[in-house]
């Protein structure tokens, strides 16, 4: 059974760049639309983002000049990058896959992350 | 890309049937039939509830029911519990190739 567990730093200073990683067990990385969710205190979930296996990414434009998404060669790490960080980059965010829908368009999030807590201060 | 609109709260009594309503545009739910429902309790993470507007993935309660006419998106939650008070989040595939997400709908039961 696929799981996955997000890490990072939990404190990043503002300006600074937050690096986070999706460690995936159980299951391959090739396949599937790998996808970072995350959610400020106290408000609702904002996608980021994903990159699918082909190596193809896709991210919120609200967010694109600053986010890079990436797998490492192990093929079991994702990453997550977002540069020049502000408070309200304080969320907790989650890493998910992304099953693709039956259509070939896009894909719904049916496995994921516990979550992890990121706070943007000096 | 703006946020689909879900109302803010819904209540109901157990037993009760409640319905959860997203509303998006042109640009991704009157279009596209992948409208997807989570369920989120205080300090976990999502869960999938409903994919592609009214599919249940297994293990999900039949309780649980999608549909759509429109531009809006609904999830009913039939034969209300106790253990259904949590927060409710759509999504919806765009036209610009992104997922948007609703602001969620808080559930009292």
């Known amino acids: 059974q696929l799981q996955l567990q997000e890490s990072g730093p939990g404190l990043v200073k503002p300006s600074e760049t937050l690096s986070l990683t999706c460690t995936v067990s159980?299951?391959?990385?090739?396949?599937?639309?790998w996808t970072w969710v995350r959610q400020a205190p106290g408000r609702g979930l904002e996608w980021i983002g994903y990159?699918?296996?082909?190596?193809?990414?896709k991210y919120n434009p609200s967010l694109e000049s600053r986010v890079i998404m990436s797998v490492d060669t192990s093929k079991t790490h994702l990453s997550l990058s977002l540069t020049s960080v502000t408070a309200a980059d304080t969320a907790i965010y989650y890493c998910?896959?992304?099953?693709?829908?039956?259509?070939?368009?896009?894909?719904?999030?049916?496995?994921w992350g516990e979550g992890t807590t990121v706070t943007v201060s000096s | 890309q703006s946020a689909l609109t879900q109302p803010a709260s819904v209540s109901g009594s157990p037993g009760q049937s409640i319905t959860i309503s997203c509303t998006g545009s042109d640009n991704d739910v009157r279009t596209y039939n992948l409208v997807s429902w989570y369920q989120q309790f205080p300090g976990k993470a999502p869960k999938l509830l409903i994919y592609?507007?009214?599919e249940r993935p297994s293990g999900v309660s039949s309780r649980f029911s999608g549909s759509k006419f429109d531009n809006t998106a609904s999830l009913t939650i039939s034969g209300l519990q106790a253990e259904d008070e949590a927060d409710y989040y759509c999504?919806?595939?765009?036209?610009?190739?992104?997922?948007?997400f609703g602001r969620g709908t808080q559930v009292t039961v």
């Open positions: 998910a896959k992304g099953e693709a829908d039956s259509y070939g368009l896009g894909y719904y999030m049916d496995v």
């Open positions: 990159f699918h296996y082909s190596g193809v990414t």
């Open positions: 999504s919806s595939y765009t036209i610009t190739g992104t997922l948007v």
């Open positions: 592609e507007v009214s």
């Open positions: 159980g299951g391959s990385i090739s396949r599937y639309y």
